[in-house]
């Protein structure tokens, strides 16, 4: 089975503080994801990459930076972190050639 | 931009009772894809539909890709307790190649189940 981790289940930190969410999988794909949920929004795209050190940017990137060096790992980075950043973050990943994404369980971060 | 339309919003069921639900979108798709999530959980993917007019079961699930490839529904027969979540319909564009690998996401149906 395809497995997705995220660093934390929960999340909470100050506004202004520098945030760093870790996502690994095991299966080797080429694409990986993150997301944002919000209720009544859906899932909207951040970041995305399809290789190591490439990324690309999703629909809504401001306030985010991406880091991917190396394959089994994406790390989404809160340069600053503010209060509309309280969200449920979603990782994902997939093989390229096919679009099955595997999801994270989620980190729930919350900016006081 | 493209959109999909996901309905309905919500549904509130007996046990037992079969459930039907759908996504439609102005645009062309050559994957579709199935997710239900928890609360406090990711979606989890639970079929995923790669042709137009296929028909995919996992379990008491089907789902199926429509011939104009503009929608897709998904079928839950004798539902019980444990089928209550959120239930996404996906689709992508891109058919080849990692960059286009983005996924449209439908607005989700919230089921509930009456023991």
């Known amino acids: 089975d395809v497995k997705v981790t995220q660093s934390s289940r929960y999340l909470v930190k100050r506004t202004g503080e520098k945030v760093f969410l870790e996502c690994v999988q095991d299966?080797?794909?080429?694409?990986m994801f993150w997301y944002r949920q919000d209720p009544g929004l859906g899932l909207r795209l951040i970041y995305f990459?399809?290789?190591?050190?490439?990324?690309e940017k999703g629909d809504i990137p401001e306030g985010y930076s991406v880091s991917r060096e190396k394959k089994e790992r994406f790390s989404l980075i809160l340069e600053s972190a503010s209060t509309n950043q309280t969200s449920m973050y979603l990782c994902?990943?997939?093989?390229?050639?096919?679009?099955?994404?595997?999801f994270g369980p989620g980190t729930r971060l919350t900016v006081l | 931009g493209q959109q999909l339309n996901q309905s309905p919003q919500s549904m509130f069921i007996q046990e037992g009772e079969d459930v039907s639900m759908n996504c439609t979108s102005s645009?062309?798709?050559?994957?579709w894809l199935w997710y239900k999530q928890e609360p406090g959980e990711g979606p989890v993917l639970l079929i995923a539909?790669?042709?137009?007019?296929e028909l995919t079961s996992n379990g008491r699930l089907t789902a199926q890709f429509g011939i104009t490839r503009k929608d897709s529904f998904l079928n839950i027969s004798a539902s019980i307790p444990s089928d209550v979540g959120i239930y996404f319909c996906a689709g992508q564009l891109g058919h080849y190649g990692g960059s286009q690998g983005n996924l449209i996401f439908g607005k989700g149906t919230k089921l509930s189940v009456k023991p």
């Open positions: 539909l790669y042709k137009a007019g």
């Open positions: 990459s399809y290789d190591v050190k490439m990324k």
């Open positions: 645009s062309i798709f050559n994957t």
């Open positions: 299966m080797d794909h080429e694409n």
């Open positions: 994902a990943s997939s093989l390229s050639g096919r679009g099955s994404k595997f």
